[in-house]
């Protein structure tokens, strides 16, 4: 079975511009979440999906993030105008039941 | 609020040493926990979930236990190897669906075994 898939893996941007990352789950799986890792830290949740809908954003800075799912299946996270502060790696995750979760390879921000 | 506490935060041991990871959890309300792996610029692989209703889950050289009551689980490594080299981090999911499905981590412990 194929994993999560995320792309790009790498991405370099000044500050104050914006960038886009994009998740495709595990076939099947009905939710949906992005995780924000900073350089010596544990991942920390930032928006959980379920199907289309939100289940949970509270850790999501709304003010200069945003993220969609797309019919149930894709989802794209935005960030507009990124700061230096959000260079971290962004992880998306999928999972069928509350059991496991299952994480793509990340992709790796650095803001200048 | 659920804190994870990882320790140690590093650890150096020589090829063929069986060691011992801990993680601790404020918070016993949980519906499982889960040890990952993660290698340097990679995601995380799931190494292994264990229940809140368990004690303990193995896999190969790998044993994970869980003592929800007092807020700690273990993760020993067997026979260490130069390939287990990696961080180490635990996650802990909330019992209550109200809460989402939301793993809480610790901030891993970075394991190095030489060889």
């Known amino acids: 079975e194929a994993g999560v898939a995320q792309s790009p893996r790498y991405k370099i941007i000044e500050k104050r511009q914006s960038v886009a990352f994009w998740c495709n789950p595990i076939s099947g799986h009905a939710t949906l979440y992005w995780y924000q890792q900073i350089l010596g830290q544990g991942p920390k949740l930032l928006i959980q999906f379920q199907n289309n809908g939100v289940v949970d954003d509270s850790q999501l800075p709304k003010d200069r993030f945003s993220a969609e799912r797309l019919k149930g299946v894709d989802s794209t996270l935005k960030i507009q105008p990124a700061k230096l502060e959000d260079s971290a790696v962004y992880l998306c995750?999928?999972?069928?039941?509350?059991?496991?979760?299952?994480f793509g390879p990340g992709t790796r921000l650095t803001v200048l | 609020k659920q804190e994870v506490t990882q320790i140690p935060a590093a650890l150096s041991v020589p090829e063929g040493e069986n060691l011992v990871l801990n993680c601790s959890f404020t918070?016993?309300?949980?519906?499982?926990l889960q040890w990952f792996r993660q290698d340097p610029g990679k995601g995380l692989t799931s190494l292994l979930l264990i229940q809140s209703s368990q004690r303990e889950q193995t896999s190969g050289r790998l044993n994970a236990s869980l003592d929800k009551s007092s807020g700690r689980s273990t993760l020993y490594i067997a026979a260490s190897q130069p390939g287990d080299s990696a961080t180490y981090l635990c996650?802990?999911?909330?019992?209550?669906?109200?809460?989402?499905?939301?793993?809480?981590f610790g901030e891993g412990t970075q394991l190095t075994v030489n060889p």
């Open positions: 995750a999928s999972s069928l039941t509350r059991d496991e979760q299952f």
């Open positions: 996650a802990v999911r909330p019992r209550w669906e109200t809460s989402g499905s939301r793993l809480t």
């Open positions: 918070d016993s309300a949980i519906y499982n």
